[in-house]
């Protein structure tokens, strides 16, 4: 009985390995320059530019007014 949960669980372990590698694989191409003429951006100026487009999205997102309750109408 032991054997077979050590084997369930063996197996679950694989397939979840299996599945974090192929979403790994599948992100490198997106960490590609866009253009292939742009000079290639260190991790620093990356991480820069992920954090200014959050907080523009956050921005916008906080200008938008909210929904009335219906009762409220």
Known sequence: MR????VGLVLA????GLLVKKQMSSL???TAP???GA??????EQ???IQQQVR????AAMQQPRPLPDDAK
């Open 3 to 6: 054997s077979l949960g050590l």
């Open 56 to 59: 523009q999205s956050v921005e």
């Open 28 to 30: 490198v191409p997106a």
């Open 47 to 49: 991480s820069q530019q």
């Open 13 to 16: 372990l694989v397939i979840v």
């Open 34 to 36: 866009a253009a292939p």
């Open 39 to 44: 000079p290639a951006q260190n991790v620093r």
